[in-house]
T-cell receptor, first 117, second 108 residues
Framework: EAQVTQNPRYLITVTGKKLTVTCSQNMNHEYMSWYRQDPGLGLRQIYYSMNVEVTDKGDVPEGYKVSRKEKRNFPLILESPSPNQTSLYFC????????????????FGPGTRLTVL | EDKVVQSPLSLVVHEGDTVTLNCSYEVTNFRSLLWYKQEKKAPTFLFMLTSSGIEKKSGRLSSILDKKELFSILNITATQTGDSAVYLCAPNNNDMRFGAGTRLTVKP
C-alpha cells in the first residue's frame, strides 16, 4: 500500500532533550516536506526537500534540522526542543514535476503530536 | 513575500445549505493550486487546479481557479454534517504554502 509513515505518533518530552521524528514513503517520490500545524495558524512548512541531499527552509525552520540521505526517508530533528515546538507535525511527499508540468498531490503522513514540557 | 489567504476563517451552516470558500494567493513560480479537506487527522486531497476557468467537480464539491485575479473558490452544495472539516488551499511552487484554512461546521 502506498503510504507515508511517521514515527512516533505521539511523543511527550522535556526541554532540551534531542529527538527525531522519522518519515518514510514508499512511492519513490522526489519531494518531501515537513509541516507543523497549530490552532489558528494552519499548516506551516518547516523544511522541504526536492531530492536526495537537496533540502531547503520553509516558513518556520528555526529550531529544526532535516536530512535526506535516501529518497524514501526524511527525518525531522529537534536538537534542543522547547515548549514552543509543541505542535502537530505532518510529513508529506509527492512527485516532483519535470519542467513545464505541474505538481501532483501531496500525500500526508498520519501526523505526530509532540508535547515539550 | 508569498502569501495565501483563505476566507472566511470559520463558517457555520445548516444541512442543505450551499457554501463558497475562498482562497487568494500571491506566490512566485505558481504551478497549480490544491484543495484539501482535513477532519481529525491528516489532510486528504480534493482537487488540483492548473488552468483558469475550468471547473473541477467531485460530487457536491466543485472548484475553479482564476489565475489572473489570483484566487480560487471551493463550492459545496447541499451540505451534509460529514462535510464538517477544515478546508485548506495550497498554491504549488517549490515550497508548498498552505492557507490557514476555513473551518466549516454543518449543523443538522
Amino acid at each position: 500500500e502506498a503510504q507515508v509513515t511517521q514515527n512516533p505518533r505521539y511523543l511527550i518530552t522535556v526541554t532540551g532533550k534531542k529527538l527525531t521524528v522519522t518519515c518514510s514513503q514508499n512511492m519513490n517520490h522526489e519531494y518531501m516536506s515537513w509541516y507543523r500545524q497549530d490552532p489558528g495558524l494552519g499548516l506551516r512548512q518547516i523544511y522541504y526537500s526536492m531530492n536526495v541531499e537537496v533540502t531547503d527552509k520553509g516558513d518556520v525552520p528555526e529550531g529544526y534540522k532535516v536530512s535526506r540521505k535516501e529518497k524514501r526517508n526524511f527525518p525531522l530533528i529537534l536538537e534542543s526542543p522547547s515548549p514552543n515546538q509543541t505542535s502537530l507535525y505532518f510529513c508529506a511527499s509527492s512527485l516532483f514535476p519535470t519542467s513545464g508540468s505541474t505538481y501532483n498531490e501531496q500525500f500526508f503522513g498520519p501526523g505526530t503530536r509532540l508535547t515539550v514540557l | 513575500e508569498d502569501k495565501v489567504v483563505q476566507s472566511p476563517l470559520s463558517l457555520v451552516v445548516h444541512e442543505g445549505d450551499t457554501v463558497t470558500l475562498n482562497c487568494s494567493y500571491e506566490v512566485t513560480n505558481f504551478r497549480s493550486l490544491l484543495w484539501y479537506k482535513q477532519e481529525k487527522k491528516a489532510p486528504t486531497f480534493l482537487f488540483m487546479l492548473t488552468s483558469s476557468g475550468i471547473e473541477k467537480k467531485s460530487g457536491r464539491l466543485s472548484s475553479i481557479l482564476d489565475k489572473k485575479e489570483l484566487f480560487s473558490i471551493l463550492n459545496i452544495t447541499a451540505t451534509q454534517t460529514g462535510d464538517s472539516a477544515v478546508y485548506l488551499c495550497a498554491p504549488n511552487n517549490n515550497d508548498m504554502r498552505f492557507g490557514a484554512g476555513t473551518r466549516l461546521t454543518v449543523k443538522p
